[in-house]
């Protein structure tokens, strides 16, 4: 094959990204954005957004095993006890045995973690409350359902 074969085959620059791939793109974009924006907004307190994730979960639920909170922060035991550890190192989480499951734990917030906790609500709704800027009601209803329906479509397939 030559290399004006070659080349009669690619599609146009113009032609190659399209609408979709555009759309694609910038739903990849807003989560990173919004977790640099975050992860931003709390750096004082030394957390990542998954940290900060696992203390909202805790705080909601408190006691729950590694299992569960792996299970709603949708990520890999292994990853979630690699984040419990890092928060018992900032003496915000303990775990506690389960009783007759010497191979279980149950996870709780300790006092520092129960005193930050108010302040970090008040960080996510400012940077929620920049996310949403501009938008209406419908706007975000109508947004939420088409990415509920996005998520379903993909989590079918």
Known sequence: MTNSTKSESIAPA??????S???AFLLEEVPRLLRREFEASIAEFG???????????????????????????????????KTIDSLEKLDFVERRSVE?????WRIFLKPAARKIIPELRAKADAVYGEMLNGLSDKD???TRAAMTKIAQNLGSS
């Open 47 to 81: 957390l990542s957004r998954t940290q900060w994730r696992a203390l909202a979960y805790l705080t909601k639920a408190e006691g729950q095993t590694q299992t569960e909170l792996a299970a709603c922060l949708e990520l890999e035991r292994a990853s979630v006890g």
């Open 21 to 23: 791939d555009e759309f």
């Open 140 to 142: 975000i209803s109508t």
């Open 100 to 104: 007759g499951d010497r191979r279980s």
């Open 14 to 19: 113009e032609n190659f990204i399209s609408e």
